[in-house]
Nanobody
Framework: QVQLVESGGGLVQAGGSLRLSCTAS????????MVWYRQAPGKQREWVAV???????NYADSVKGRFTISRDNAKNTVYLQMNSLKPEDTAVYYCSVMVEQNAVWGQGTQVTVSS
């Protein structure tokens, strides 16, 4: 069974940076895409960024130009580099993949941006 483990969250001041990691229990080429989501308190989970097997990326408008998704195939890891962080970026960040039409989620990592 596929497992995903996120790390790298923390407390940062507005304008700062963090890099999140999502490590899979198998080769990330097993998946058509790896996706980052986030969920702020009292809000629905929202899509943040996607990286496809072919290497294509896409971002939510709210993070475009500030966040970058990338991967290290040898480490089975996908990263989310977050720059110019804003208080509204505060959320639990999750990575997810689809396995046989079922979504697999990591446990999440908390990102808190202070103003």
């Amino acid at each position: 069974q596929v497992q995903l483990v996120e790390s790298g969250g923390g407390l940062v001041q507005a304008g700062g940076s963090l890099r999140l990691s999502c490590t899979a229990s198998e080769s990330i080429f097993s998946f058509n895409a790896m996706v980052w989501y986030r969920q702020a308190p009292g809000k629905q989970r929202e899509w943040v960024a996607v990286l496809t097997r072919a290497g294509n990326t896409n971002y939510a408008d709210s993070v475009k130009g500030r966040f970058t998704i990338s991967r290290d195939n040898a480490k089975n890891t996908v990263y989310l580099q977050m720059n110019s962080l804003k208080p509204e970026d505060t959320a639990v960040y999750y990575c997810s993949v689809m396995v046989e039409q079922n979504a697999v989620w990591g446990q999440g990592t908390q990102v808190t941006v202070s103003s």
